[in-house]
């Protein structure tokens, strides 16, 4: 990593309050931008999240805007209304108001004498998401975007469903992890020390946990359009480039993206990365100097320079060479390769039956704490992110071997398994796994799938099974970018079951799979001669000087445990978002977070999944609050049950202490 604190711009900081449309209510906003601008105007690029400025994000904010601002560029960092340092009470995410407000922005930032009147929106996951939408609104002035580990479609491939199921344990820890985040209080440094209480009393008094909304809808109805961008990539004006890795769960939207928007204003770069910036070194690399690839993006469209983005292929991507199971890389070995076109004339579809010579149906039935081998499903560059050996998990499904491949084998794309079966239940999921199976034996997963047979013929509606019927059915799997070596099997692993990420039906079921008439569809990439991709080494600028504190009693990321006479499965996760710390300004910010899976055997209705969080913010005698909360999900035959709670404190006294209990019927979960 390279670090840099010299420009050619000088750069300054100020804060500033920012106007809403109702005329009530202010965000607030850190600027950095040239100290010349105000005679030398220059374009705006907008950051615009819920996560905190004053503290949460405030390390890899250091990092970036003042590198942009040097550059010649004013960044800028945005709370959005309730959230943070701003006015108003928290909404649900990416609600009208929050859309609305980021226009408001976008339009404000314009309008600034030290502005060009052109702005461009970046952000990862939550920012990226809401560049997205706020681009399909077309605001004159938004020239630009760059998405990263973003999603288009808020039903499909968001941490709420995935192929159409319930996601365990995302549905259940985001929820639990935002109840916890918007109940945090605003900065009485930012706001004022006669501010502070009063607005965070008006927060937790207007609170709702999410969980509640999401899932009301279990289907992809009018609520789930709602700012996918998949509906009409026709909106989106901006030119977009989208970013992702291939152990981030929305790489696929990547893919939708440069298929669908047109050639000149779009561009897809997916490395082997996790749900973080590509350019910050953490687990899997390698890294690369992102920031530098997103000035030439900025340059390109908002100063009208000709950097050579447009010359670069469509889509740069990834390809992992194969490695041993292991829950962490540092860095990947690999190659990078461009396609000019999405999809690729490159990359041919190979089919391949399960097992040609097998009419005879097989069962799967496989234990219900399938998927505790999973890995996290937002893997953050942590030590226990990725999924293990999966031989235990191909041990619990039903296993379809190709021979030792003769030759290296390169895949890009997303690869599909159709499947003939019957299902003995209405209600049945079925969970493919791709794996790279060593000679050794040894199992790395390279990507899998998802489906609720209940949304097969689509995820707007639930369609139950009519047991003693067979019918053939496909199972998209994510994308990946994969080279399986000579040698080697293709494993094609099929379960019913999948806990924590699947939330099991009610009723214990089995299936029935016709291997000589179930394929599975491999997107195969063409070797060929082609021109190196290179990037340059990361810079950023120089790190905010925070002090992390290393935890009293360290404890697992991920444990599972097994109550052998109870036969009852537990995994206890750590979420590690970053530990407690201290900040420059003398801030303390304190967190902590534990979730925790149980479920027993052959029994799917004792599924259960609590998150709990404290976290305390105290700075000199005058500000200390503190924040517990807890959320639980479980279900009967009918419903799903939601408890939640959160206790807040300032200065030892109890502030707000509100409970919630909410239930849902299982339409399609």
């Given at each position: 990593?390279?670090?840099?604190?010299?420009?050619?711009?000088q750069v300054v900081r100020e804060d500033v309050w920012i106007p809403t449309r109702d005329g009530a209510t202010r965000l607030h906003a850190r600027?950095?931008?040239?100290?010349?601008?105000?005679?030398?105007?220059?374009?705006?690029?907008?950051?615009?999240?819920?996560?905190?400025?004053?503290?949460?994000?405030?390390?890899?904010?250091?990092?970036?805007?003042?590198?942009?601002?040097?550059?010649?560029?004013?960044?800028?960092?945005?709370?959005?209304?309730?959230?943070?340092?701003?006015?108003?009470?928290?909404?649900?995410?990416?609600?009208?108001?929050?859309?609305?407000?980021?226009?408001?922005?976008?339009?404000?930032?314009?309008?600034?004498?030290?502005?060009?009147?052109?702005?461009?929106?970046?952000?990862?996951?939550?920012?990226?998401?809401?560049?997205?939408?706020?681009?399909?609104?077309?605001?004159?002035?938004?020239?630009?975007?760059?998405?990263?580990?973003?999603?288009?479609?808020?039903?499909?491939?968001?941490?709420?469903?995935?192929?159409?199921?319930?996601?365990?344990?995302?549905?259940?820890?985001?929820?639990?992890?935002?109840?916890?985040?918007?109940?945090?209080?605003?900065?009485?440094?930012?706001?004022?020390?006669?501010?502070?209480?009063?607005?965070?009393?008006?927060?937790?008094?207007?609170?709702?946990?999410?969980?509640?909304?999401?899932?009301?809808?279990?289907?992809?109805?009018?609520?789930?359009?709602?700012?996918?961008?998949?509906?009409?990539?026709?909106?989106?004006?901006?030119?977009?480039?989208?970013?992702?890795?291939?152990?981030?769960?929305?790489?696929?939207?990547?893919?939708?993206?440069?298929?669908?928007?047109?050639?000149?204003?779009?561009?897809?770069?997916?490395?082997?990365?996790?749900?973080?910036?590509?350019?910050?070194?953490?687990?899997?690399?390698?890294?690369?100097?992102?920031?530098?690839?997103?000035?030439?993006?900025?340059?390109?469209?908002?100063?009208?320079?000709?950097?050579?983005?447009?010359?670069?292929?469509?889509?740069?991507?990834?390809?992992?060479?194969?490695?041993?199971?292991?829950?962490?890389?540092?860095?990947?070995?690999?190659?990078?390769?461009?396609?000019?076109?999405?999809?690729?004339?490159?990359?041919?579809?190979?089919?391949?039956?399960?097992?040609?010579?097998?009419?005879?149906?097989?069962?799967?039935?496989?234990?219900?704490?399938?998927?505790?081998?999973?890995?996290?499903?937002?893997?953050?560059?942590?030590?226990?992110?990725?999924?293990?050996?999966?031989?235990?998990?191909?041990?619990?499904?039903?296993?379809?071997?190709?021979?030792?491949?003769?030759?290296?084998?390169?895949?890009?794309?997303?690869?599909?398994?159709?499947?003939?079966?019957?299902?003995?239940?209405?209600?049945?999921?079925?969970?493919?796994?791709?794996?790279?199976?060593?000679?050794?034996?040894?199992?790395?997963?390279?990507?899998?799938?998802?489906?609720?047979?209940?949304?097969?013929?689509?995820?707007?509606?639930?369609?139950?099974?009519?047991?003693?019927?067979?019918?053939?059915?496909?199972?998209?799997?994510?994308?990946?970018?994969?080279?399986?070596?000579?040698?080697?099997?293709?494993?094609?692993?099929?379960?019913?079951?999948?806990?924590?990420?699947?939330?099991?039906?009610?009723?214990?079921?089995?299936?029935?799979?016709?291997?000589?008439?179930?394929?599975?569809?491999?997107?195969?990439?063409?070797?060929?001669?082609?021109?190196?991709?290179?990037?340059?080494?990361?810079?950023?600028?120089?790190?905010?000087?925070?002090?992390?504190?290393?935890?009293?009693?360290?404890?697992?990321?991920?444990?599972?445990?097994?109550?052998?006479?109870?036969?009852?499965?537990?995994?206890?996760?750590?979420?590690?978002?970053?530990?407690?710390?201290?900040?420059?300004?003398?801030?303390?910010?304190?967190?902590?977070?534990?979730?925790?899976?149980?479920?027993?055997?052959?029994?799917?209705?004792?599924?259960?999944?609590?998150?709990?969080?404290?976290?305390?913010?105290?700075?000199?005698?005058?500000?200390?609050?503190e924040i517990m909360t807890r959320t639980e999900l479980r279900a009967t035959a009918a419903d799903f049950v939601m408890d939640s709670r959160i206790?807040?404190?300032?200065?030892?006294?109890?502030?707000?202490?509100?409970?919630?209990?909410?239930?849902?019927?299982?339409?399609?979960?």
């Amino acid at each position: 990593m390279k670090y840099r604190d010299q420009f050619e711009r000088q750069v300054v900081r100020e804060d500033v309050w920012i106007p809403t449309r109702d005329g009530a209510t202010r965000l607030h906003a850190r600027i950095w931008r040239p100290a010349d601008a105000g005679s030398d105007p220059v374009p705006a690029l907008l950051e615009y999240l819920p996560y905190r400025k004053s503290d949460w994000t405030a390390p890899r904010d250091a990092q970036r805007h003042p590198w942009y601002a040097g550059h010649g560029y004013a960044s800028v960092r945005v709370d959005i209304r309730g959230h943070g340092d701003s006015e108003g009470t928290p909404g649900d995410e990416y609600d009208a108001q929050e859309l609305a407000d980021g226009v408001d922005v976008v339009n404000w930032l314009a309008a600034q004498p030290w502005c060009t009147g052109k702005v461009g929106m970046f952000g990862i996951s939550w920012g990226g998401f809401n560049a997205l939408q706020i681009a399909a609104l077309a605001p004159e002035p938004l020239k630009a975007v760059v998405t990263v580990c973003s999603t288009d479609d808020r039903y499909d491939n968001d941490v709420h469903y995935t192929g159409g199921a319930v996601l365990g344990i995302d549905m259940l820890a985001w929820a639990g992890t935002m109840l916890a985040f918007a109940s945090r209080p605003p900065d009485p440094a930012s706001v004022g020390t006669d501010r502070w209480l009063p607005m965070w009393r008006e927060r937790l008094d207007t609170l709702q946990p999410f969980l509640h909304t999401w899932l009301d809808h279990q289907e992809r109805d009018a609520y789930w359009r709602h700012g996918s961008v998949c509906e009409d990539y026709t909106a989106i004006d901006a030119a977009v480039l989208a970013v992702g890795g291939w152990h981030d769960p929305y790489r696929d939207t990547v893919l939708r993206l440069v298929e669908h928007l047109p050639a000149d204003r779009v561009r897809g770069l997916i490395g082997p990365w996790s749900h973080q910036y590509p350019d910050r070194g953490l687990p899997p690399g390698p890294a690369i100097g992102f920031l530098q690839e997103t000035l030439r993006w900025w340059d390109q469209h908002l100063k009208d320079t000709d950097t050579g983005v447009l010359r670069e292929p469509l889509l740069r991507a990834w390809i992992n060479d194969p490695v041993p199971p292991a829950t962490s890389y540092d860095v990947l070995p690999g190659r990078w390769v461009g396609e000019t076109d999405w999809p690729s004339p490159q990359v041919t579809w190979s089919e391949r039956a399960l097992a040609p010579d097998s009419r005879t149906p097989v069962l799967v039935r496989s234990p219900v704490h399938t998927g505790l081998d999973a890995g996290r499903f937002f893997p953050f560059g942590n030590a226990s992110d990725l999924p293990p050996d999966q031989r235990e998990e191909d041990g619990r499904s039903v296993c379809f071997d190709s021979e030792p491949l003769a030759e290296r084998v390169e895949i890009l794309g997303r690869p599909r398994v159709g499947l003939r079966l019957d299902s003995a239940t209405p209600r049945a999921h079925v969970i493919v796994r791709l794996c790279d199976v060593a000679p050794d034996g040894s199992s790395t997963l390279v990507t899998r799938g998802v489906l609720n047979l209940l949304s097969r013929h689509g995820r707007d509606k639930a369609v139950e099974w009519t047991p003693g019927t067979y019918e053939d059915v496909e199972v998209e799997l994510t994308g990946i970018g994969y080279a399986f070596p000579p040698g080697h099997r293709v494993r094609v692993a099929v379960s019913d079951a999948y806990w924590p990420w699947v939330w099991p039906h009610g009723e214990r079921g089995e299936l029935r799979v016709v291997p000589a008439d179930s394929a599975v569809h491999l997107p195969v990439r063409a070797a060929a001669e082609e021109p190196p991709i290179v990037f340059e080494e990361p810079e950023q600028a120089p790190a905010l000087p925070v002090t992390y504190d290393r935890p009293a009693e360290p404890r697992p990321e991920r444990l599972v445990t097994h109550d052998v006479a109870a036969g009852e499965w537990t995994l206890e996760v750590d979420p590690n978002y970053g530990g407690s710390r201290t900040y420059p300004d003398g801030l303390r910010y304190e967190e902590s977070a534990r979730e925790t899976y149980r479920i027993r055997a052959a029994d799917p209705l004792s599924a259960s999944a609590v998150s709990q969080w404290r976290i305390r913010l105290r700075r000199g005698d005058d500000y200390d609050a503190e924040i517990m909360t807890r959320t639980e999900l479980r279900a009967t035959a009918a419903d799903f049950v939601m408890d939640s709670r959160i206790e807040a404190r300032a200065n030892g006294e109890t502030v707000a202490k509100r409970s919630w209990h909410h239930t849902s019927a299982r339409t399609s979960g």
